[in-house]
């Protein structure tokens, strides 16, 4: 069975940093592309980061420089680190995962996700 679960996620002040991370079972994270959503209410989910088997990864615009995606293959996880946090960086984060080599910015294109951690910044 694959499980997908985010921890890390808490209330933190605006310009403060979190680290999130997506531990799975079920299926190997090295072999797969794995990428961060986010949805705040009354949002659709958006695209954060993502990592590719071969270690590159992709950012949003918006989080390009403030955020960084990494994986330990050992401990079958990725990670976020996000520093300079604003408020508008409040959402549901998620991890996901999809078959294949190739990431995607599209959350219909991932065929596993979490259950979701709450980040909020406040101003």
């Known amino acids: 069975q694959v499980q997908l679960e985010e921890y890390g996620g808490g209330l933190v002040q605006a310009g403060g940093s979190l680290r999130l991370s997506c531990q799975g079972s079920?299926?190997?994270?090295?072999?797969?592309?794995i990428a961060w959503f986010r949805q705040a209410p009354g949002n659709e989910r958006e695209f954060v980061a993502a990592?590719?088997?071969?270690?590159?990864?992709n950012y949003s615009d918006d989080m390009r420089g403030r955020f960084t995606i990494s994986r330990d293959i050992v401990r079958n996880a990725v990670y976020l680190q996000m520093y300079g946090l604003k408020p508008e960086d409040t959402a549901v984060y998620y991890c996901?995962?999809?078959?294949?080599?190739?990431?995607?910015?599209?959350?219909?294109?991932?065929?596993?996700w979490g259950q979701g951690t709450q980040v909020t910044v406040s101003s």
């Open positions: 996901a995962a999809r078959y294949g080599d190739l990431w995607s910015t599209k959350w219909f294109e991932y065929d596993y």
């Open positions: 079920g299926l190997t994270f090295g072999n797969l592309p």
């Open positions: 990592i590719r088997s071969d270690e590159s990864t």
